[in-house]
Nanobody, 118 residues
């Protein structure tokens, strides 16, 4: 099994920056793709950014340019650098991993809250 623990959320003013981290532990070799999702109050969870098993990154609509996803395999950590934050970026941000351990299994972290004040 894989465990994911996010950190780095908090309160920031409009235009500010934050870097989220997601530390993975457990059966690291079973991890394929990883990514970040977010869920704002009253809204559905949406894709923020992801990195596939080949190392290619992809982003949710309109987020590329402000957000950058990266992965440090030596530290088993996924990052999300968020710049030029807006109040509409306020949400709980979740780390996600696709794992293959016997079969396919999605793994989610507990989430970290990002609040952007206007």
């Amino acid at each position: 099994q894989v465990q994911l623990v996010e950190s780095g959320g908090g309160l920031v003013h409009t235009g500010g920056s934050l870097r989220l981290s997601c530390a993975a532990s457990g059966s690291i070799s079973s991890i394929r793709g990883m990514g970040w999702y977010r869920q704002a109050p009253g809204k559905q969870r949406e894709l923020v950014a992801g990195i596939n098993s080949g190392g290619s990154s992809y982003y949710g609509e309109s987020l590329k340019g402000r957000f950058t996803i990266s992965r440090d395999n030596a530290k088993n950590t996924l990052y999300l650098q968020m710049n030029s934050l807006k109040p509409e970026d306020t949400a709980v941000y979740y780390c996600h991993a696709d794992t293959i351990l016997g079969g396919y299994l999605e793994v989610w972290g507990q989430g970290t809250l990002v609040t952007v004040s206007s």
